[in-house]
Nanobody, 127 residues
Framework: QVQLVESGGGLVQAGGSLRLSCVAS????????MGWFRQAPGKEREFVAA????????SYADSVKGRFTLSRDNAKNTVYLQMNSLKAEETAVYYC????????????????????WGQGTQVTVSS
């Protein structure tokens, strides 16, 4: 059973930066497609970014392109989400997710394509 533990959330002013981390255990991390989703109060969960096994293929939501960067360190079983120029409307719980299988650009945006989820970390951006 794969376990994902997120960290790095917190309170930041608009325009600031945070780096989220997600550590995986219990599986072969290097074989998982990794992703981040977020859910704001009263809203549906939305896709943020995803990264292939070797970190070569990435996908970002249009709203975060150019500001967020996803990377992974397979030796540390960790994926990182660097978030810059944060906006107040990006206040949400951010979830790390792992997907067994290939990086399918057609389905990577859907949370249902991911197999394992972390508990989430709260990101609050003050305006």
């Amino acid at each position: 059973q794969v376990q994902l533990v997120e960290s790095g959330g917190g309170l930041v002013q608009a325009g600031g930066s945070l780096r989220l981390s997600c550590v995986a255990s219990g599986g072969t991390f290097s074989r998982y497609v990794m992703g981040w989703f977020r859910q704001a109060p009263g809203k549906e969960r939305e896709f943020v970014a995803a990264l292939s096994w070797g970190g070569v293929r990435t996908s970002y939501a249009d709203s975060v392109k150019g500001r967020f960067t996803l990377s992974r360190d397979n030796a540390k079983n960790t994926v990182y989400l660097q978030m810059n120029s944060l906006k107040a409307e990006e206040t949400a719980v951010y979830y790390c997710a792992a997907k067994i299988g290939v990086f399918d650009s057609g389905s990577i945006y859907s949370g249902s394509s991911f197999d394992y989820w972390g508990q989430g970390t709260q990101v609050t951006v003050s305006s």
